[in-house]
């Protein structure tokens, strides 16, 4: 029995870790969009979270995905006087992503998905070592 929960705790941490990635490929994919009009503001980075909760079922405290939140820093100013979307002062407004953040942040993301991952498949191998005990 414990075997089902230890696999059933890494897969809440397997469904927690593909949310965030799902929200740093989206602050990566819109890192250097603009706005659609002079002056409008351009994609906010986003941020996800997690929360922390207990399993009755389980009797366990396990992780989800919690609400993504916006990152309320500036925004980047360049000036190019001649771009679409520039203002009257000829700077244009980028997101306020930064992609090294970003490409770490998916780097830890992954590697906790991985240790989830390597959490279930050590569980499903012990379950079958059992198995074969049994057997014989």
């Not at 389980?58 to 919690?66: H, I, K, M, S």
């Not at 916006?70 to 000829?90: C, I, M, Q, V």
């Amino acid at each position: 029995m414990d075997f089902l929960k230890s696999m059933q705790i890494a897969a809440t941490g397997l469904r927690a870790q593909a949310g965030r990635m799902r929200v740093i490929s989206e602050n990566i994919a819109n890192a250097d969009s603009t706005p659609a009009r002079p002056g409008a503001d351009p994609y906010r980075r986003k941020i996800p979270t997690f929360t922390s909760e207990f399993d009755r079922a389980l009797e366990a405290r396990t992780v989800g995905f919690g609400k993504v939140q916006t990152d309320k820093s500036d925004f980047r100013l360049k000036y190019e006087p001649g771009h679409p979307s520039a203002d009257a002062n000829g700077n244009v407004k980028y997101p306020n992503v930064n992609s090294l953040v970003e490409m770490t942040d998916m780097r830890d993301a992954q590697r906790s998905y991985e240790a989830n991952v390597n959490v279930i498949s050590a569980t499903r191998r012990m379950i079958q070592r059992t198995i074969d005990i049994l057997k014989a």
